[in-house]
């Protein structure tokens, strides 16, 4: 059995995400396609954008991580979703660096805090809210070198 394709990755994404939505109440999958354009933009390679379609998959628990590692993936696609995987307690300054080690994560987590911090997607928080993750997607940015 050969690896998923990118249309595979997607449905498999879409299906695992169907029933969340975003903090302003969107289909969660209007992100995922977000950070996957992002990606392609950026001229991410097809494990990166794969990895984009499932950079939420684990830490929201929409997929397993032992389904990760056993699904017909590439193992930087893995690599990456694992970095991008934000884990209970960890400190920003953790999550970056771990980020940074991994090859092609930085690319995916840049063009996923692109989307998160779009002035028209924060627009429709409050403002409290919206204050919030601003800071917080700035720090991170900083964090990254992006």
């Known amino acids: 059995m050969g690896l998923m394709d990118l249309a595979e990755v997607e449905a498999v994404a879409r299906r695992a995400h169907a029933e969340q939505v975003d903090k302003a109440g969107r289909p969660y999958a209007e992100h995922l396609a977000a950070v996957a354009d992002g990606v392609r933009a950026r001229g991410g390679s097809e494990e990166q954008i794969a990895a984009a379609w499932l950079h939420d998959a684990v830490e929201d628990y929409a997929l397993s991580e032992q389904w990760l590692c056993e699904a ?71 964090l990254l070198g992006i």
């Open 72 to 142: 017909p993936l590439a193992p930087q696609t893995v690599d990456i979703v694992l970095a991008l995987t934000k884990r209970t307690g960890e400190s920003p300054e953790d999550y970056a660096a771990r980020i940074l080690a991994t090859p092609g994560a930085r690319l995916v987590k840049e063009a996923d805090l692109a989307h998160n911090a779009d002035p028209a997607r924060l627009a429709a928080l409050d403002e409290q809210t919206r204050e919030r993750l601003t800071g917080k997607y700035a720090h991170m940015r900083a």
